[in-house]
């Protein structure tokens, strides 16, 4: 495989739109060809471009690629939840004191979501709304860097065999930019995919899944 065919299948891979366009047999393969090396600058004559494009529609694996990512997805149980807020905190020698500490709490045990995303500097802790203000009390105010309010989770839980498919986060990822929603976060752990957004934009993403199993 030449290296400009990579580069097109790449291309195509990400944007979502197109790949839907090319499966239906209603896009032009000359005009997208054209499209693609003028936006991305690709290199090579708009023959290879045509042709890599041409391989991408006739190729057995992309087409098991897609079947398998559509299959996982079809059968995830989809659920949403509301309120969430997500406590940014400054890394310190003291904060997985604080976070046992609030672990342990028997009101703060009670809350639906405890969620945590560690960086090298910070760690993002995503909790119910609700339990945002015993939260805090844990820790101290220097540790305390941001607090997003408005937040919702839409959740993916995959069977064993949707699981192990691949591309199923790039695809969902993908999808969901295409639909003009930003991820603010997004924790896996088997059998379920977390995805964590603006509240406003809830529907909208919701949709964006539905639309995979199509």
């Not at 709304?129 to 937040?151: D, H, M, V, W, Y």
Request: glycine share 6%.
């Amino acid at each position: 495989m030449t290296s400009i065919t990579k580069r097109v299948w790449a291309l195509i891979d990400e944007d979502p739109s197109i790949r839907k366009d090319l499966a239906r047999g209603v896009i032009n393969v000359s005009g997208l060809a054209a499209y693609l090396k003028e936006q991305h600058g690709l290199e090579g004559s708009l023959d290879s471009v045509i042709s890599a494009i041409r391989r991408y529609k006739a190729s057995e694996e992309v087409q098991e690629l897609t079947a398998g990512v559509r299959q996982a997805l079809k059968e995830a149980v989809v659920t949403t939840k509301t309120k969430i807020t997500g406590l940014q905190l400054k890394n310190s020698t003291n904060l997985y004191k604080y976070l046992s500490d609030l672990m342990k709490d028997p009101e703060f045990y009670k809350s639906e979501i405890f969620r945590l995303i560690k960086s090298r500097n910070e760690t993002l802790c995503m909790i119910d709304s609700e339990s945002l203000g015993r939260a805090k009390t844990f820790f101290p105010e220097g540790n305390i860097i941001e607090i997003q309010e408005g937040l919702a989770e839409l959740s993916l839980t995959l069977t064993a065999d949707g699981w192990d498919s691949k591309g199923v986060m790039a695809r969902l990822s993908n999808e969901i930019a295409n639909y003009g929603v930003n991820i603010l976060a997004i924790i896996s752990a088997e059998p379920r995919i977390s995805i964590f957004l603006a509240e406003e934009n809830l529907m909208r993403a919701h949709e964006a899944v539905l639309s995979l199993t199509r």
